[in-house]
Structures are given as C-alpha cells and as structure tokens.
C-alpha cells in the first residue's frame, strides 16, 4: 500500500480540533446578579468534573470525516492482479493494404510474415487481423485457433487507400475497449512517413499495448509520378482544350522523361520534359481531337517503368459538347443586364453557353427544349402563356433564374414562384444609402466561391416573404432575403432580389459576380454533375441535399454496381475504394463520368524516423496506474478516494442528526430560544 500524495497526511494534527472544541464548551458558568462581594472570601473551584467528555458519538463521528477527508486528498492506493488469466494476450496482425504496399509484392510479403503470428493463436490468446488503408477493419471474426488466423490473413487484399496510422490507432483503442484485454499488436507495413497524422496524439495507443512494427519494403524507392493534372471537364472547341500536367521525381536524380496525352486509349500527343534532381516540371497539351460525349483521358510517363509503374499514369474524365443554351427574358427597356451577364460567363468559361436575349413582354411560347436554364430580368407583369410555359418547365425539371428589380417590385406575388412581395426597398437620404448582406450559407455551391459578397452595395432590394419551402441563402442585417433558392418539382429556382444592371447595386461590377454568375450557371445547368477528378476515398456528390431521392446507380470500373438498393435511393455522395473511371446514371437520364486515381502523397516513400517509432510504441507502455511485475504480471493501482469522500458525506449527514437530538433532546435549545424571548421581551 503506498499514497500518492503522502503530505496530505500532516494535516491529520487538525484531529485534535473536534477534540478541543468539545473540551471547551462543556464548561459554562452562568453569572448571578450580587449586591457585593466583601464578605465573601477567595477560594479557587476545580473544573475537574465540567471539564469530563460527554456526547462521544458525535466526536467519534466528526474525528472520522475528518480523518477520511485527509486520506481522500492523500489518495491511498494498493496494487492487484485485474484477472487469473494476467499475462494473457489478443494478439493483433494489422497488415497495410494502402496504394504504396503495391510495389514489389509488398502487400505479399506483409501477408507471408503475418502468418507467423498463427502458431501463437490459442483459445486464451485469440487472435484478431486488422487491414488498414484509409480507414482500418477487422477481416473476418476473432480467431482462436490457428487455422481460422491464416484464413483471415489469406482474405487480405491489396488496395488503393492512403496510409493512416492515425485510423488503425483509432481501431486499436476501440479493439482493447471491446475485448478487455491487453493488445500485443504487430503492424506489417512499408513505414511511409506521409501516413503519419498532423497531431501525433492521434497515434496514442491504448493502455498496456505492446507494438511491433515488422518492415517489408524497407528501401526507399527513386520513383517518377504524374502527380497532378488539370484537364478542361467539358469541351466545346477542341483545338482550345487544353490539358496540364505536372511530373514529379521522388528520390530522383536528373532526367528525361517523354510524356504522352491519351484519350480512350489512343495516343493523341507527346512530349519531352527535363527534370532536375527531386524536381518537378509542367507539361501542356493543346488540342483534343475527340467526338461528341464523354472520354476517357490520361496522362502517361512513357519508356522504361520505375520501380514502382503503379503511379505513372494519371486518369481524367472529359466531356465534349455544344455550348448550353441560355435564354435570357428582360424587359423591352433593359439593355444593360444581359451585357453583365454575358461577360462574366465569358471571363469564367470561354464558349460554354450560349445566351439568347429576348424581351418577355413580347414572347409567349419560347422552344424550351433544349434549355439549359432560363434566366428572367426583372420580370413584370408576363404575359399569361409565358409564365405558364415557365412554371412547366421547372416542374419538368428545368432551372429558372430571376433577378427581381423595379418592375417586379410593383407586383403583389413574384411570377412564377408565386412568393409574396412586401415591397421594393430604396436608398435614401432619409434611410440608409444602401443594403449589404449580414448572413448567408457559406457551403451553398452557389455561394462558397462569392467571396467578398458582404461588401456589395445593394440599392435596391425588393423585400419578399420567403414560402416554408424557401431556403435562404443571404439576407441582409435586418432579415430581408438577397438570395434565395426554392424546389419547383423536379426543378430548381434562384432568385435575387436586385437587378443585375448596375443601377439597383453594384454587383455586376464587384469582383464576386463572376464566381456567382459561374456557379449559379452550373448549379442551375446541373453541371457538377458532369465529369471530375476525385482521389480514392474521397467523396463524389450523386444528388444535392435538397434534392427529391430519385435513383442513381454507380458502375464502377468493372462494369459492377457500386451501391447497395438503399445507397442508390437516398445516398447524396459516394467515396470510390479504388482507381478507375466510374460512371454516374441519374434517372432524369443526366449522366456523368468520374476518374478516380490514388493519392500521390503515396508515391512519396518516404520513412518513419526511427526515433518517431520509439515514441509510438511508448504510448502504450504501462502508465502509472498499471505496472507489470517482476513475474510479468499486469497490475493495476486501485485508489479509493471517492470511498472516503462517500464516507465523509455520510458522516457529516449523521453527525448533523445526531447533533440535533442532543441538543433539542436534552432541553438546551429550549433553554436557549426561552433565554432568547426573554432578552427581546425586556
């Protein structure tokens, strides 16, 4: 037995204090009034008798909180075996399944050497095989016998994750959690340093854990990559496309490297680039000469492989198209919004849309076929036809985008959406001069990119009351709507509450109206749909949130469905688990194709520093309040502090009823109030 904190104990002198103090108030003297004292002689009066114990209990009862409360701060401990079995064991072998495990058989010989651990499975050390990439899993179920250990190892595979130590750490304190047992853990991996966390404290083991960390590819590897690529995701012209591309050498001396553009397997150009010594250099292709639709592109290292060719090509998916068709409704009067308008599609996505003009007063069945959205300019009264046509065209799935102004601040209900309008908001002199947006949904794909969208002067605001259905998206200080979003059927539209000419704010000349106009463009035309580059375990967006759930259905490179009934009904995104090119199927017939390639930080290989070893295996060394025998037992410390102050709390409760009885019971609180009457009354 021992205690943590033995100076507490010197308090244990403060004992004599309830032992005193009931000393003293056993003697009391009550003066008697007397006319004089000098006949009377001096004598001295023994106290003996006054001065004897009485209520013992009730001093027993308050030395012993007392003394309980010292030894709750000097904390007493005592150490003991927490089961027969100490000593025992659950063995884990967590093998690294990530990309980089793919070089020369590495993710084999992990396999191979795992096996070893299976003679040392048995009934009372079970054995556990953990793959870790990404994230970390159990293969298959807890293994008490030799044969079912090999059996899990056997099913392990290699992947395409990236390495997280931090993840099978994680996995290793919810395993000694789960199990109740100390963990002898043997890693299997190639040690790359790029798998280390950004907080080491993740890497924390649990208690008592025993690490073994077994390198199987313990050469660092000179390797050249395709470490990133910048394609143009849809294509319009084809001797404008362009595509970049950036090589890398890791470990590398000086070199040459022909580089070649592939699209759907055919060769379409290539070039050389000159790399200095654990360098970087940029190649650029112009011109893709492809037929209408999706393609599959890559970026390929040509000439002899390195040691590790996994990494060498670089996949991307592009899309070639006619420009999406714009129709654009103003006013007869309007001739300056379309202008803004036009221009800021122009600066973002050269020859992407293509925007028809048309004044609404004078059209009343457009050809919306072919539309890729629709946007309305302050609209007005609309001729009856027209808004008819517009409102089955969002129902149908179409998009409409309005920027309301003077004339749709004269009417009682915006057209189309039906919201009610409150009024139309002018600066003034007697008001403020202008409006500016307080709030707004930073992660809407419309709005993440609009930066400085705070600072714009909004002089004009046509004030609406947002229907149930309505989202937000940014208002101003005093709650009026500027951007808002609402589900028409199957389609989607935006509204803002100012015009887009310059004269009811400054937007179409602030630097976020081309991020706006951009990403409201390919929100409303649905082209973050299309095609993307995604690295493996990262998530690939199915369907907005707002979204009804309508099927999707994923094939991934096989050909074979990715997602489970249940997935494709309500899923809003999925993260590819290996490289290839994935196909999206929408059921409103939008599709889309996603090339997904691992991540090039695990081309980098990169060793764990020997010293960063040492310290990860010291987290699950013994703390003080487990220890391990010289028998090689494991101990713990118990320390029953909250006993004691449990204790001291019903002590206390105790001496304060008993203390009551003694004093009411023997007739001295009588006394007392009686004396207290008394002295009142005179």
Known sequence: MGFLAPLFLGAAVLGGLPYWLH???????????????????????????????????????????????????????????????????LLVAAVDTSFSMRRGGAVDAAKQKALDLASKVTAAEPGIVVAFGSGAREIGQKAEDASSFRNNVSAIVAGDERTSYAELARVLRGLAEAHKMPLEVHVYTDLQKTGMPARFADLQLPADAKLEIHQVAPQELANYTVEAVTPPGRIFDTSKARVRATIAGLHTSKA?????????????????????????????????????????GEIRIDGAADAFPNDDTFRFAIERSDPRKVLYLHSARDT??????????????????????????TTSSPNLSNVSFVMLADPGALPPSLEASLKDYVQKGGALWIAAGAFTGALSKMPVLGLTIKESRMASRNREMFQTVASKEPLHPVIERAAGLESVKFYQVVAMEPAPATKVLAKTADGVPVILEQAVGEGRVLVVASPFDNLGSNLPLHPAFIPLVERGAQYLSRQQESTGIVAVGEGVELRAATDRATGVEVLDPKGERALSLEQAAKATSFAPGAEGYYEVRRANGRS??????????????????????????ATGEPGEAQTVNAAGERTERVNPWWWFVLLVLLLTLAEGILASRYIFGSGVGEQAAAAMVGKEAA
């Open 256 to 296: 040459n490297k022909a580089i070649s553009l592939v699209a759907d397997g055919k060769v379409l150009a290539t070039k050389t680039v000159e790399l200095s010594e654990n360098g970087r250099a940029s190649v650029e292709f112009t011109g893709l000469d492809t037929g209408y639709g999706f393609h599959r």
């Open 336 to 361: 300056r919004s379309a202008l803004y308008v036009r221009a800021a599609l122009d600066a973002a996505v050269p020859n992407a849309y293509a925007i028809d003009t048309a004044a609404y007063e």
């Open 592 to 617: 889309s194709l996603v090339a997904v390639n691992a991540d090039r930080r695990e081309s980098d290989f990169a060793r764990m520093e020997a010293e960063t070893i040492g310290l990860w295996k």
């Open 23 to 89: 000393l003293l108030q056993q003697h009391k003297t009550t003066p008697v009034t007397f006319s004089s004292l000098m006949f009377f002689e001096k004598r001295t009066t023994t106290s003996t008798k006054q001065r004897k114990l009485r209520y013992f209990a009730l001093l027993a009862m308050r030395l012993l909180a007392l003394l309980f409360l010292i030894l709750a701060f000097a904390q007493p401990y005592w150490e003991r075996s927490i089961a027969a079995g100490a000593g025992k064991r």
